[in-house]
């Protein structure tokens, strides 16, 4: 299976790529270099030429505060909507399915209650209403795609909660996290494994994924940071984590309150869940520290 893959210096595409490779697929990842997906022709020409059976697109504007300045959001809007739509039109004429990676930040992130795939769209900052619209975009041109919703994502290769939490350890002898919002996190490592499953089948749809292990805090995320962590340096077992609201850190962009996602549909579809997130960060820390 030869897979066309977006978005490969993120963190997820790396891992996408990796994945493919240790199956034995032939994997084409291309970045801004090497095709700028707000470029209609670009995108076009690009894929066309590869000829893929598959396309997993990866690649998005991720930084939520700065999509939320006037003068970024028309970028924003031509990756995450107008490039999604050019790559879903290339995949419409080749006949080929799309896995397009979207997020719970289409919901308004109010309530309780998991998020279902099917559940009414209602993005709460200018990110997720970007993301929702890519969405449109798929299911207008394609029959054939799958929209995989995550959340709290981290990996290997980029910027992420983990890194950052590390640092401010290293640094501080008492943290403030947030302990309002609440999800579950998604290691691009394990999300990889079973994009390339997905790849590997037909059973289209919208899934939600994360890792397994229950719903969390970000507060509750830090503490296991730490006390993992404390393995590999004694300091980080050092560091004091307080629980505070979310107020406490006025953004830019709405978070969030609930990101708790429904994956039932992945054991319906014959799919493996992602590991337990606390075994997921044991394997991420392995490899940083």
Known sequence: MKVFVTGVKGQLGY???????????????????????????????????????????????????????????????????????????????????????????????????????????????????SKYRGELAVEKYLDKYYIVRIAWVFGQNGNNFIDTMLKLGKTYDELTVVDDQIGTPTYTYDLARLLVDMAETDKYGTYHVTNEGGYISWYDFTVEIMKQASEYDEKFGQVKVLPVGSDAYPAKAKRPSNSRMDKSKLAENGFEALPDWKDALHRYLEQSL
């Open 15 to 129: 891992d996408v790529i990796n994945e493919l490779n240790k199956r034995g697929h032939e994997s084409v990842g291309v970045d801004i270099e090497e095709m700028d997906i707000t470029d209609e022709a670009s995108v076009d020409q690009t894929i066309k030429e590869t000829a893929p059976d598959i396309v997993i697109h990866c690649a998005a504007w991720t930084a939520v505060d700065a999509a939320e300045d006037e003068e970024n959001i028309p970028k924003v809007m031509a990756v995450n909507v107008e490039g999604t739509e050019y790559i879903a039109k290339v995949c419409n004429e080749l006949d080929i399915p799309m896995i397009y990676i979207s997020t719970d930040y289409v919901f308004n992130g109010e309530g309780v209650n998991p998020w279902k795939p099917g559940d009414k769209r209602e993005p709460l900052n200018v990110y997720g209403e």
